[in-house]
């Protein structure tokens, strides 16, 4: 199995910066993928970054300009710098991750972390 493990979130003011992070463990044979999900309450779950093994990178609009994501291959972390924040980017940040892993066979799976809180406020 696979276990992603988040963390990084706090509480940080307008401006601020936070660095989250997501280290991928278990039965682990490549990963092709791995990105940050964020769900505010009432809200949809949206994606906010997403980049591949190959390091292609998507960001979703209100954050291109201000979050980066990178992948460490060697040690199966993604990391997702988090400059200029607003009160609007509160929310609960899920890291994702699409791996290929081995049971009778190697297949390809989708795991999630179970969520890291940041909460941007004054």
């Known amino acids: 199995q696979v276990q992603l493990v988040e963390s990084g979130g706090g509480l940080v003011q307008p401006g601020g910066s936070l660095r989250l992070s997501c280290a991928a463990s278990?039965?682990?044979?490549?990963?092709?993928?791995m990105g940050w999900y964020r769900q505010a309450p009432g809200n949809q779950r949206e994606l906010v970054a997403h980049?591949?093994?190959?390091?292609?990178?998507a960001y979703e609009d209100s954050a291109k300009d201000r979050f980066t994501i990178s992948m460490d291959n060697a040690k199966n972390t993604v990391h997702l710098q988090m400059n200029s924040l607003k009160p609007e980017d509160t929310a609960v940040y899920y890291c994702?991750?699409?791996?290929?892993?081995?049971?009778?066979?190697?297949?390809?799976?989708?795991?999630w972390g179970q969520g890291t809180q940041v909460t941007v406020s004054s």
């Open positions: 278990g039965r682990i044979v490549s990963i092709n993928a």
């Open positions: 994702d991750a699409t791996i290929i892993t081995q049971g009778i066979g190697r297949y390809e799976a989708h795991y």
């Open positions: 980049i591949t093994s190959g390091g292609n990178t």
